[in-house]
């Protein structure tokens, strides 16, 4: 089922359309989930908490394109469960993802920060705009979907090394990117 007929469903307020969410774009949630918790029960609240968020969300809202949407509300979910099963403990594997961006990318949760991580997310999908292709899907691969470097060099044929590079490469091109744009020092 195409995601204009789930969307129809959402509007109708039918039930069956969590289940063809589930259908649809349940796996690659859990498996986005999966990548930032490491943990079975807690990927399934998360996702089960998604398709509450959509539920409640859809209407008013029509999202165009509904991955994305349904992506973005899974991965936000999952970093504020991994946020509160960390507080005290560290995830190895999320928190080098984090760290790797985080010099450049973090600020303090205010009303000024949100609205200042809503201009850098702008500015870095303007940024990613102007990347290659192969350079933006590693990109995206590593930071928005966590992605291993031994799966990203798997996706693009290429050696786990090129990868590790190249994302180094393109970070510190975002760090001057946001230099010359004011919003790092």
Same mark, same amino acid.
């Not at 195409?2 to 498996?31: F, H, P, V, W």
């Not at 509904?66 to 999320?94: D, E, G």
């Not at 997310?121 to 930071?143: A, C, H, M, P």
């Given at each position: 089922? $195409? ?21 649809? +774009? $349940? ?29 409640? %969300? &859809? ?14 509300? !899974? ?6 469960? +991994? ?13 080098? &993802? ?8 973090? !600020?303090?949760?205010?009303?000024? %920060? ?14 990613? $705009? ?5 350079? #933006?899907?590693?990109?995206?691969? #590593? ?27 393109? #970070? ?9 744009? $004011?919003?790092?020092?």
């Amino acid at each position: 089922m $195409g995601e204009q007929m789930i969307i129809k469903l959402l509007l109708e307020r039918s039930e069956d359309a969590i289940r063809e969410l589930s259908m649809e +774009y $349940g796996k690659t949630c859990k498996c986005l989930a999966f990548k930032i918790l490491s943990n079975e029960q807690d990927v399934e609240e998360c996702i089960n908490d998604t398709y509450l968020a959509v539920w409640n %969300s &859809i209407p008013p809202k029509e999202p165009n394109p509904l991955a994305a949407y349904i992506y973005r509300i !899974v991965k936000n979910i999952a970093l504020k469960k +991994y946020r509160n099963n960390t507080a005290q403990k560290r995830n190895h594997y999320y928190d080098v &993802i984090l760290e790797e961006v985080d010099e450049f990318l973090s !600020v303090n949760e205010t009303v000024e %920060s949100e609205i200042l991580a809503k201009e850098i997310s702008n500015k870095i999908n303007i940024f990613l $705009g102007t990347l290659k292709e192969k350079d #933006r899907v590693i990109f995206v691969q #590593r930071y928005w979907l966590c992605y291993s470097i031994e799966e990203i060099a798997t996706n693009s044929g290429a050696s786990k090394n090129y990868v590790t590079v190249h994302l180094h490469r393109t #970070r510190e091109k975002l760090k001057d990117y946001l230099k010359e744009e $004011g919003y790092y020092d």
